[in-house]
């Protein structure tokens, strides 16, 4: 029942933009923390951003500091992460995930060890 769908990933030629969506159904948004990941093939799972359920802090890797932006619609149970200036190793499959909690350390794995809703991932690939 309870469950996080992402959606928006597809094919886009370097220098241009993608918004990807994170849908989240059987539990309130407004309580959890939600962070983005990626991870490309034979690479390990990395934190790009995430967006703290108490205050609404944002935080990002120093990877797309400046071009990505994450954001909630608890109206529409919905987290997003606009992606700009895409480049080639920004490819990869796109996770969302969430916790029940809060605080600064959200782009780490670990964070998400307690509850540790994922979704499926959507696939990202940037190329001319």
Avoid: H
Avoid at 49 to 64: A, E, H, L
Avoid at 75 to 101: F, I, R
């Amino acid at each position: 029942q309870v469950q996080l769908v992402e959606s928006g990933g597809g094919l886009v030629q370097p220098g241009g933009s993608l918004r990807l969506s994170c849908a989240a159904s059987g539990f309130t948004l407004d309580y959890f923390t939600i962070g983005w990941f990626r991870q490309a093939p034979g690479k390990e799972r990395e934190g790009l951003s995430c967006i703290s359920s108490n205050d609404g802090r944002t935080y990002y890797s120093d990877s797309v500091k400046g071009r990505f932006t994450i954001s909630r619609d608890n109206a529409k149970s919905t987290v997003y992460l606009q992606m700009n200036n895409l480049k080639p190793e920004d490819t990869g499959v796109y996770y969302c995930a969430a916790e029940p909690t809060f605080g600064s350390s959200c782009l780490g794995l670990e964070y998400y060890y307690g509850v540790g809703y994922w979704g499926k991932g959507t696939l990202v690939t940037v190329s001319s």
